[in-house]
């Protein structure tokens, strides 16, 4: 590549960077013309191209990419010293290319319009709503905990396999799509990741890959959470890019499924971001409305986090960290701590609905 193309290349991503940071000022039209407009029929060619295939494509990808790096960095080791500017407009040129199909193959969903918006709901709620709902949810989670448990102490083990549960997503979203048609979901693209272990040390459970579309599912992870989890990166599929509205959907989808596990999995998901709500609260209140909690739940929930123990590592808060700065770079100023924000949105959403 010339050194006028790169430099080229170079200016495009500092125009790139200004024009985002205008854009990110108009929600309205980022909402109409790419989240249901261009993103629409990108997400479904790309799922179309790539869903079929058994593997990970954007996980060969990205092996690929990191072997180029490597391959490139010991070529050109000498090159940072003898030829910086070269070396820095090589880098610049890829950043650019790389910056400009991340925003349009996905990223621009961070900048849409909120869903609380989209939806009519409040993005607020009052403590005696919080505790209203939680007791509705546990009354609901122990009622399906009955149905397919032995009894109410012991936790649920789901009877498919992951790749089982893979088809299963589709199921809760043709129902939401019957009520929402632009969470429609055809086809389907969702693959265990062949990063899993290393997700795993870095505390994620999935991910989706903005170049091919695919979601990326942790294989590690119990079965249990393979419901929701999976939804929640569908969610992410079908352009919700912020992850407090990535899992608002995603337990949708689950409690919409007809299959009882699957609602199980949707239902205790919600269930335990109230409880952490309410815990944070009030935390005498958590102790007692933990209590009417099946013992069955409570294990499920302690499975969950038994997993992530083993995994527990050094350098996880570092990842943990490194994602943080990534949301709040990206229109999530709460960072991680969004993920809690989930519960005002089903709060608001369930408040004149039956459970």
Known sequence: MRINK????????????????????????IERFYSNGLYIFLSKLMRYVFGWLPFSVGDVLYTLAGIYLLRWLYINRKRIVKDTLGWILDIGATLSIAYFAFHVLWAFNYYRQPLNISLNLDAEYTTEELILFTEKLIKKSNSIHKKIAIND??????????????????????????????????????????????????????????FTNEAQVDGLIPTYKYPTTSCHEVAHQLGYAAENEANFIGSLAAIHNEDLYFQYSGYTFALRHSLAELYRRDPKLYETTLTSVNKGIIKNYQEVR???????????????????????????SAGMKSYSYVVALLVNYYENKPL
């Open 6 to 29: 790169k430099l080229g290349l170079v200016i495009f991503l500092v125009f790139q960077i200004i024009l985002i940071s205008k854009l990110k000022n108009y929600p309205e039209f």
């Open 153 to 210: 102490s012991v936790k649920v083990e789901i009877p498919y396999s992951k790749p089982e549960i893979f088809d299963k997503v589709k199921n809760g979203y043709k129902t939401l799509s019957q009520m929402y048609p632009h969470l429609d979901y055809e086809p389907k693209s969702i693959k265990k990741s062949i990063y899993s272990v290393p997700l795993t040390y870095m505390g994620f459970s999935g991910y989706l890959n903005p």
């Open 306 to 332: 038994q997993f992530w123990m083993r995994y527990k590592n050094p350098i996880e808060p570092f990842f943990e960290k490194t994602f943080d700065t990534f949301l709040k770079a990206n229109n999530q």
